[in-house]
């Protein structure tokens, strides 16, 4: 055998310790996993569930970083421009991922190119509820009463580009209701508001509701999801109220930024798996309705490549805007 072939021979098996120590030396310190929105919110409840399992699992702490405001924009930005070594973390959601995109274009990054998925987290229902003081006893009710006060209620969201605030939009387009959307800096923010009666309505995920709705703060009046929750099975879907078709949730995942190694990837995507299945997270999970991830980065890069096209459709036909 020749020189030159052993040489190429050997070098994957040089490759191979190298990348072993790669990942045996991560995580080397603290990784801050940023969330881009107040805290409170359904966001948070996924990302701190998580993070604890994570943490417990890596042998270093996973603190989550609220970093509210501006339509999750500085929050990616602020990731896009850290270091690529696994330490620093996004939580990604369908507001920053499939949205932002076609309602801010001169974001300073791309979020295509600029981050790597990691993996797919969770799919959280959305839910819709109206302050007690609304006079609509149920979904029909309401958007009667919104329809004979075009303009004269309004409905808050975590955001511009949020989940709930896309939900609404997705619903006043199927519906033809105009209520005038109230972005905040986080679900618990405009829930503070909402409560308080100074907004008639809103879509969240049910982690920041339920306990709202049992305590008979707030009435819910349909969820997002092809089929009724266990959680509330008195409630139905909107396509059941001759919406045929309509669906909407939320959902979460991880991402890093790009030029992270893919073997950290890879042993990020591997750990958050097994956070996944740990009893605590499907405990909590079960009792919200959501559904775990936890697929490889392939994955979770083309569930995102398929609400993009999914979501481009929406804010076009909706006119959906930054307020």
């Known amino acids: 055998m ?13 490759l191979l310790p190298a990348l072993a120590r790669a990942q045996a030396g991560w995580p080397r310190q603290s990784i801050r ?9 359904t966001s948070e409840i996924v990302a701190r569930t998580v993070a604890n399992e994570l943490t417990k699992q890596l042998g270093q702490t996973v603190f989550v970083d609220n970093k509210g405001g501006g339509a999750g924009i500085p929050a990616m930005q602020d990731v896009a421009k850290s270091a ?16 932002n995109p076609y309602i801010f274009p001169n974001q300073p990054f791309d979020v295509n190119k600029d981050f790597l998925p990691v993996t797919l987290l969770a799919k959280v229902p959305n839910l819709f509820v109206i302050h007690p003081d609304v006079p609509a006893a149920n979904f029909k009710e309401f958007v009667a009463h919104v329809k004979k006060n075009p303009g004269k209620l309004n409905y808050g969201s975590a955001g511009n580009a949020s ?13 033809g209701m105009f209520i005038t959307h109230i972005p905040y800096r986080g679900t618990g923010p405009q829930l503070t508001d909402l409560l308080a009666g100074r907004t008639q309505a809103s879509s969240a995920g049910l982690p920041a509701l339920l306990p709202h709705i049992k305590s008979g703060k707030l009435r819910a009046i349909a969820v997002g999801t092809p089929q009724r929750l266990p959680a509330l099975p008195d409630v139905p879907t909107v396509a059941e109220m001759g919406y045929k078709d309509f669906e909407t949730s939320q959902w979460y995942g991880i991402l890093a930024p790009a030029g992270t190694p893919r073997d950290v990837v890879k042993r990020l995507q591997e750990e958050s798996l097994k956070a996944l ?14 559904v775990g991830g936890g697929g490889p980065p392939e994955e979770f890069g083309a569930f995102i490549a398929q ?9 076009t036909r909706a006119g959906v805007k930054a307020d």
């Open 2 to 14: 020749t020189t030159t072939r052993r040489t190429a021979l050997a070098a994957p098996l040089i």
């Open 33 to 41: 996993f940023v969330v881009p929105f107040a805290p409170g919110g």
């Open 84 to 99: 690529p070594d696994g330490h620093t973390i996004i939580l990604g959601h369908v507001g920053s991922l499939a949205v």
């Open 163 to 175: 989940a709930g605030h896309l939900a609404m939009e997705y619903l006043k387009l199927v519906t």
């Open 277 to 290: 299945k740990s009893h605590s997270v499907t405990e909590r999970f079960a009792s919200d309705s959501a």
């Open 307 to 315: 609400q993009q096209k999914i979501w481009k459709e929406i804010v």
